[in-house]
């Protein structure tokens, strides 16, 4: 009886082991979960803000105010009297600085009739920084039916525009890029 008293208690702690041992992959299983779902909802925020980089552009390059301001310039006339960028052989990166004009994004938005190249956080809970760079590639003829428009004495000015997002104090940042071509007269 007593020898049976044994195995049942060795039966019970093998059985106490093995529930002590799911419960601890359990919880592992779970970290790592919650690690991969705060790292999947940090890349959308700062891919959203590297979105919220190109707009800003987009939104000073079309803003009657500014450009009707004599003695402001928006990002893509800036990029124009700026430095070439050949994309075969410089980086463009969110990091290296080649003088390319820039733009910082912040959580107090865009207002009509100003540069927007103030520093500060887009979004104060996750401590968040948006940028964009604005770069002058290539004048070229213009394709498709704009050529018609203008005949010989207009020209496409292509522009890369890369906006963004980084956590502060963060490693990478998350970019995207676009490319803008720009109806213009035929430099001289």
């Known amino acids: 009886m007593k020898q049976q008293r044994g195995m049942v208690m060795v039966f019970a702690l093998?059985?106490?082991?093995?529930?002590?041992?799911l419960g601890v992959a359990a919880l592992g299983n779970s970290?790592?979960?919650?690690?991969?779902?705060?790292n999947?909802?940090?890349q959308s925020l700062l891919f959203n803000a590297a979105e919220a980089a190109l707009a800003g552009v987009m939104f000073e390059s079309e803003d009657e105010q500014l450009l009707a301001d004599?003695?402001?310039?928006?990002?893509?006339?800036?990029?124009?009297?700026g430095n070439i960028l050949d994309p075969v052989t410089q980086a463009f990166s969110c990091f290296v600085e080649q003088g390319f004009t820039g733009r910082t994004v912040t959580s107090s938005g865009f207002s009509t009739g100003a540069k927007h190249q103030f520093?500060?956080?887009?979004?104060?809970?996750?401590?968040?920084?948006?940028?964009?760079?604005?770069?002058?590639?290539r004048e070229q003829a213009c394709r498709g039916?704009?050529?018609?428009i203008g005949g010989s004495n207009i020209r496409c000015h292509v522009f890369m525009v890369r906006g963004c997002g980084?956590?502060?104090?963060?490693?990478?940042?998350?970019?995207?890029?676009?490319?803008?071509?720009?109806f213009a007269p035929v430099s001289q």
């Open 145 to 148: 039916s704009s050529n018609v």
């Open 166 to 182: 980084q956590l502060i104090g963060g490693d990478y940042a998350v970019a995207n890029t676009m490319t803008v071509a720009v």
């Open 14 to 21: 093998v059985v106490l082991l093995a529930l002590t041992l």
């Open 70 to 81: 004599n003695t402001l310039l928006d990002p893509i006339t800036e990029a124009r009297q």
């Open 40 to 42: 999947s909802q940090q």
């Open 119 to 137: 520093s500060g956080a887009q979004d104060s809970q996750n401590h968040m920084r948006s940028w964009s760079r604005t770069a002058f590639v």
């Open 31 to 38: 970290t790592l979960q919650h690690k991969m779902a705060v």
